[in-house]
C-alpha cells in the first residue's frame, strides 16, 4: 500500500498542517503586537506635539480628541503604600483624572465567592473576566473574522479597548485632559500586562518600606476587612487600641499566625517584579516614587511626577495638588503622626515598624524579603534591621 494512503500518513500530514497553522497564527500575532504598539506610540507622540503646539499659540485650546489619544497613566504600587494618597494629589490637578481602583490588570486574580466581595469593589480583574470569558473566546476561535488568528491576542485588544471606554468615558464628563487608575499590584505579573495590553501608557510606581506597608495592612484589615474570625487577632487588636505600647514590652508580635510572613513575601515577590519589569518592559514610561520622599519634600516629588505625565508643573499647580491631599485634610484636622487607630489615614509617619516590630518580627521579615529591603537602600547588607 503507498505510504500516503496509509491512515498514520494522513495524521502526520494533519499535524504537521496544525502546527504550520500555529506558526503563522504566531508570527501575525506578534506582527500585530509590535505594529499596534508602534501605532499606539506615533498616536501619543502625536498628540503630545498637538499639546506643546497648543502651549505654544497661547490660545488654550487643546487638540481635537478625535485626531489623536488620550494620555492615560496608572498609579501602582503594593498595598497601603500611599498610592490613594498619590491619587488624590494627582485628582486635585485641574487637568488630570485620577480615580482608583478599576482593577484593569492582573488576568489571574479573583477573589474566590462574590458572596465575600466587597460591594464597592470589582470581585476580579477586567482582564480576568475577558480570559474567563468562554463564548466570547468560543466566539473568537470560531469567527470568521478571527479564526485564523491567536485568540489571546484579540482578547489582549478587546481589554484594551475596554479599559478605553471605560477611562475616556468619564473623561469626557470632566473637561480634564489627562486620565489615570490607581491599579494596585494584585499580582506580580500587573506590570508586564500593562506593557502587554497598553504599552504606551504611563506608569508611576510608589514604592514604600514593606514593614511599615505591613504595619499599615494590618491596621486597615482590622478596621475595613472582613470580621476577624481568630480571637488571637482579636484579641490583638484589642489590645493595640487600649495601649499601642502593650503588645510590644511584653514582646508579643500584633501580627497573628503567618500574616507577617505573607505580606513580607507578598510585598518582596510584588514589588521586586515591578521594579525590574517596569525599566525593561516600559522604558521611559516608567517612573517611581517613594513614599518616604513624598512625606519629606511632596512639592518637589509632585512636580517632578506631573512634569513626567506632561501637565502643568508650575509652583502655584504643584502647591494645589500637595495642599488638596495633605494629611491634616484627610485625617479631618490631625497632624502628620497623630494617630487615629480606626481611620483609614491613621497616622502618615515613615518608620512606624520600628515602634511595632518584635525582634522575631524582624527576622521574619529579613527571611522573606530582606535582599529587596537592602536593594532599595532600606537596610544595609547584613545582620538585624536598624532599629
Known amino acids: 500500500m503507498p505510504v500516503f494512503g496509509s491512515r498514520k500518513a494522513l495524521e502526520v500530514l494533519r499535524e504537521a498542517k496544525t502546527s504550520l497553522d500555529a506558526a503563522a497564527r504566531a508570527r501575525r500575532s506578534r506582527a500585530t503586537r509590535r505594529a499596534r504598539r508602534q501605532m499606539a506610540i506615533k498616536d501619543g507622540e502625536i498628540a503630545a506635539l498637538k499639546r506643546e503646539l497648543a502651549r505654544a499659540r497661547g490660545d488654550g485650546r487643546l487638540p481635537d480628541p478625535a485626531d489623536a489619544s488620550t494620555p492615560v497613566f496608572f498609579v501602582l504600587g503594593y498595598q497601603k503604600s500611599g498610592t490613594t494618597w498619590l491619587m488624590l494629589m494627582l485628582d486635585a490637578h485641574p487637568e488630570i483624572l485620577c480615580k482608583g481602583e478599576g482593577r484593569f490588570f492582573d488576568g489571574g486574580w479573583r477573589q474566590k465567592s ?15 473576566a475577558m480570559l474567563g470569558a468562554e463564548r466570547l473566546k468560543l466566539w473568537i476561535e470560531r469567527s470568521v473574522w478571527s479564526r485564523d488568528d491567536d485568540a489571546h491576542e484579540h482578547l489582549v485588544n478587546l481589554t484594551r479597548m475596554a479599559i478605553d471606554y471605560f477611562l475616556e468615558g468619564e473623561l469626557l464628563k470632566t473637561g480634564k485632559r489627562l486620565v489615570g487608575d490607581k491599579s494596585p499590584l494584585l499580582t ?11 504599552p504606551e501608557a504611563r506608569v508611576i510606581h510608589i514604592i514604600r518600606d514593606g514593614r511599615d506597608a505591613a504595619v499599615s495592612a494590618l491596621h486597615h484589615s482590622w478596621n475595613f476587612g472582613k470580621p476577624e ?16 505600647r502593650q503588645l510590644r514590652e511584653a514582646g508579643e508580635s500584633m501580627f497573628e499566625g503567618n500574616r507577617l510572613r505573607k505580606l513580607a513575601a507578598d510585598w518582596g515577590t510584588r ?9 525593561a518592559l516600559l522604558g521611559t ?17 509632585v512636580s517632578r511626577l506631573l512634569e513626567f505625565l506632561g501637565a502643568d508643573a508650575s509652583e502655584k ?12 485634610k484627610l485625617s479631618k484636622g490631625r497632624n502628620r503622626g497623630q ?19 518584635t525582634e522575631q518580627d524582624k527576622l521574619i521579615f529579613k527571611e522573606e524579603a530582606g535582599d529587596l529591603l537592602v536593594r532599595l537602600g532600606y537596610e544595609e547588607g547584613g545582620g538585624l534591621p536598624s532599629d
Open 188 to 198: 506580580p505579573e500587573t506590570v508586564r500586562e500593562v506593557g502587554e495590553i497598553y
Open 271 to 279: 514589588v521586586g517584579r515591578a521594579i525590574d519589569d517596569g525599566p
Open 229 to 244: 474570625k481568630s480571637e488571637e487577632a482579636s484579641a490583638k487588636r484589642e489590645a493595640y487600641r487600649r495601649d499601642p
Open 114 to 128: 462574590l458572596e465575600q466581595a466587597e460591594v464597592q469593589r470589582p470581585p476580579n480583574s477586567l482582564y480576568n
Open 317 to 328: 499647580t504643584v502647591d494645589r495638588c500637595v495642599s488638596a491631599a495633605s494629611f491634616e
Open 339 to 357: 494617630e487615629d487607630p480606626t481611620s483609614f489615614f491613621r497616622k502618615g509617619v515613615v518608620g512606624d515598624w520600628r515602634n511595632v516590630f
Open 285 to 301: 514610561n516608567y517612573r517611581e516614587v517613594r513614599y518616604e520622599d513624598l512625606v519629606a519634600r511632596p512639592k518637589e516629588e
